[in-house]
């Protein structure tokens, strides 16, 4: 796995943390192998918002398609650092 | 895992509506009376969630125009048009609607979703960008992202996300479509189409409008949200649908550009979709006719859900400017919003009942839909109704007779 991805994967759990705050249990820590739907229990449209948000942050577009068999922190990480390799 | 296996989701929910005794799915209207009323259950019910804007389904030259083609052309055309031939009225339903647009080139679809599916099909392949508002209908997203192109959403209504995903494209922006709608069909909010337009000037990009809620609403000729901001000459497609405010079933497309034209050898849900029969096209050529000649339908409509919107603003609901025929009110969670529902169809009262994720932002919503058939008493009445039955309004004052 890139270094990259894996320091992506810090940030956006770092900021699904931030996001989730109050709503998560004492016992749920947010990592890359985190489930979005499964541990977290997103729902597609929260996913979508989340999205929307990571869009914005590292300037990326990410195609709908592309996003259909992410299911973890680190998935959504692996797209972000492929699209910042297309933009660079 | 077997095959059948991915059921079960629908079977728990299926029975859970049974369980609760209240399913929305399973209305069945015994009788329709007017374009307004129906029979369910037994009772009379006033209708306010048909989507039908000009009230057209009664109008004796419709029904008129329907029972002459049914007595001259038959019950169906028994296959597609590229195999069977078309029929002149297909043909003669193109022509009014290119004319209506002032555009040159029209097709007519079997369905609404088949008009989506089958131009955005043929509008877009490998290579290409859809840009889609995040809003959209399902119809739209299933045409997109089965067309093969890249799908990129942008928030709802904001042309300042279709803005940074236009620029991100670079020079690919001149193969993307902007796909949104004129007035979404949940909650009755519009489309910016006029900065929308702007954008896709500036990036080179394309602009398809779904006016499906729009079409014989908006504008002063009534063709939509597009003619009413002025934007007629910047979009690429308009595509509508002949089941609201034409009182009938069937979807069109048409645009400036010849290559409409073209589509018709590109599309497979147009060459391998049965076409429209004669009494549709008749009853929806007649219905396009009234539209154009009867002004003060649009007018009556546009009454109507100004008396609507303000007895219930008077009642404390926040609706938000600007009037409009169609309303979303959130009902709070899944069992209330379904308890909420039953109790204005015991009170007589239909509306639809939105819920996630058919409904745009995760909330349960009650859509009520205005037409100019509806009667002042009707509109009163179904003000009462909400007040009775709506949590948000249960300690407002009853309005005046």
Avoid at chain 1, 24 to 30: C, P, V, Y
Wanted: with cysteine; charged share 25%; net charge negative.
């Amino acid at each position: 796995m890139s270094t990259r991805t894996d320091t992506i994967a810090h940030e956006l759990a770092a900021s699904l943390a931030a996001r989730l705050g109050p709503e998560l249990g004492a016992e749920i820590r947010i990592g890359a192998e985190t489930d979005l739907s499964r541990d977290l229990g997103l729902e597609s449209i929260q996913v979508m918002e989340f999205v929307e948000e990571i869009e914005d942050h590292y300037d990326v577009s990410i195609a709908l398609e592309r996003l259909s068999k992410a299911r973890t922190v680190r998935d959504l990480a692996a797209i972000v650092a492929v699209e910042l390799g297309h933009s660079a | 895992m077997n095959l059948l296996d991915k059921f079960d989701a629908a079977r728990a929910l299926e029975a859970a509506l049974g369980e609760s005794g209240i399913d929305p799915t399973r209305v069945v209207i015994e009788r329709i009376v007017s374009p307004t009323e129906a029979i369910i259950e037994g009772r009379p019910i006033i209708l306010a969630g048909t989507n039908n804007y000009l009230g057209l389904t009664f109008d004796p030259r419709c029904l008129e125009a329907g029972h002459r083609a049914l007595d001259e052309l038959g019950t169906g055309t028994t296959g597609s048009r590229m195999a069977n031939g078309s029929y002149a009225g297909h043909q003669e339903l193109e022509r009014e609607l290119a004319d209506f647009y002032g555009w040159p080139y029209a097709m007519v679809f079997s369905t609404g979703y088949g008009a989506n599916l089958g131009t955005l099909w043929a509008l877009l392949g490998d290579g290409d960008c859809a840009l889609l508002d995040a809003d959209a209908h399902a119809s739209l997203y299933d045409a997109c992202r089965t067309s093969g192109a890249e799908v990129y959403r942008f928030r709802h209504n904001d042309p300042d996300s279709l803005d940074k995903r236009l620029r991100r494209l670079g020079e690919r922006a001149k193969r993307a479509l902007i796909v949104t709608e004129g007035m979404f069909s949940v909650l009755g909010d519009l489309a910016p189409l006029d900065r929308i337009a702007e954008l896709k000037d500036h990036y080179g990009a394309y602009l398809f409008v779904d006016e499906a809620h729009s079409l014989g609403v908006f504008g002063e000729r009534g063709t939509g949200l597009v003619e009413a901001l002025g934007v007629t000459d910047r979009v690429d497609f308009i595509v509508g649908t002949f089941s609201k405010s034409l009182g009938a079933t069937g979807g069109f497309c048409v645009s400036p550009h010849p290559e409409l034209g073209l589509v018709r050898y590109t599309s497979r849900p147009f060459v391998f979709t049965a076409s429209p029969s004669p009494s549709v096209i008749a009853t929806t050529l007649e219905a396009l006719h009234q539209l154009r000649a009867r002004p003060e339908l649009r007018q009556r409509l546009w009454r109507n859900a100004g008396r609507l919107f303000e007895a219930l603003e008077a009642l404390g609901l926040k609706l938000g400017p600007p009037v409009r025929p169609v309303l979303g009110i959130p009902l709070g969670d899944k069992p209330a919003a379904l308890r909420t529902w039953r109790e204005l169809l015991d009170s007589g009262l239909y509306a639809n009942l939105l819920l996630p994720p058919a409904s745009p932002d995760g909330n349960s919503y009650l859509r009520l839909s205005i037409s100019a058939a509806h009667t002042s008493r009707q509109i009163d009445a179904i003000v009462e109704r909400l007040r009775s039955s709506l949590p948000q309004l249960r300690s407002a004052e009853p309005t005046s007779p």
